[in-house]
């Protein structure tokens, strides 16, 4: 069954523009909505993912409400695990859990937060996600780690879902990264768009390491992250980008390659149909002129009907 969620801005969003783009996404009946775990960028305001997620569990009712992606480093992973735990009651059974090794050192530093080499970001993903797993499934979870130690740590309640709410790891890296998502994935996501031949790849190097461990590659649910542009017709969606460009300070050749897509819907369907032919099952879009609804509505109108029932 292929799926479609929704990334929403938190950049320079207040809070109730969020709820109404996320409100709009229950009407269209999307499947999902992802935030991002940032504390800042440019200095624009930027909500808190975890805080701004357990608002939307309350008022919101069908929508599967995910994080692309928790960064590791930020909480301690059994801290992580409760927070989890709880959202997922809240929310009765609707989290989506993503989480990465972590990327951007400027927040690190100025938040007071180590920021390692990237081998040992992810040996520290690798970690945490086996401590999260003992907190939402064992009684009294127990482990000592080279990064993470937990001694009788109990989660109560335990997640809604069972045996635990779907692991999504992100990112793409091929040194250390995908070994990460072979062994522990639920759901595998890379995100910006990378060209077809390139996702392939990469989806052949998780399942050599799934036949090393001996995993069913199968286990692991693919996933993509674009964003999007769509128009009614080309002249449309080029002024969005026109539009989007000068918002932030591109040129419309750094817009064109900023984003994933722009164009028409039947252009999207051939887009979209691209990445399902290599097992694609679950596409992420982040509309950049997500505010106005205009293009959550055409897409989910135009796009998504022909892929459901598949």
């Not at 590791?72 to 929310?91: G, Q, Y």
């Not at 009294?140 to 993470?148: I, L």
């Not at 990469?202 to 050599?208: L, N, Y």
Request: hydrophobic share 40%; aromatic share 10%; with cysteine.
């Amino acid at each position: 069954m292929i799926s479609f969620g929704v990334q929403i801005p938190q950049e320079g969003y207040d809070y109730g523009t969020i709820m109404k783009i996320v409100l709009e996404c229950e009407r269209l009946k999307f499947d999902s909505v992802w935030l991002t775990d940032h504390f800042f960028f440019s200095g624009k305001p930027y909500l808190e993912c975890w805080t701004t997620l357990a608002s939307l569990a309350s008022n919101t009712s069908r929508l599967r409400l995910g994080t692309l992606v928790l960064c590791n480093n930020f909480r301690h992973p059994s801290l992580l695990a409760k927070m989890a735990a709880t959202l997922d009651v809240i929310s009765k059974g609707r989290l989506e859990f993503g989480i990465g090794a972590g990327w951007h050192e400027l927040e690190h530093t100025a938040y007071g937060i180590t920021f390692p080499k990237a081998k040992i970001r992810i040996q520290m993903l690798e970690e945490g996600v086996q401590v999260i797993k003992k907190m939402w499934t064992d009684e009294k979870p127990t482990f000592q780690g080279k990064y993470y130690t937990i001694k009788e740590a109990v989660c109560n309640p335990k997640p809604v879902q069972r045996p635990h709410p779907p692991i999504l790891i992100g990112g793409g890296g091929e040194k250390y990264l995908l070994r990460t998502v072979a062994a522990h994935a639920d759901v595998w996501n890379v995100v910006g768009g990378i060209p077809p031949q390139e996702y392939q790849r990469k989806v052949e190097i998780i399942q050599k390491h799934c036949e090393e461990i001996r995993r069913d590659p199968k286990a692991i649910r693919l996933s993509w992250q674009g964003r999007f542009i769509i128009g009614n017709d080309e002249a449309e969606a080029l002024e969005k980008v026109r539009r989007m460009s000068n918002t932030h300070g591109m040129t419309r050749d750094e817009a064109l390659k900023f984003l994933t897509f722009a164009g028409t819907p039947d252009k999207a369907l051939e887009k979209i149909a691209s990445y399902e032919d290599l097992g694609v099952t679950y596409f992420i879009m982040w509309f950049p002129d997500a505010e106005s609804l205009t293009d959550l509505r055409l897409f989910a109108e135009q796009v998504i009907p022909h892929f459901k029932g598949h």
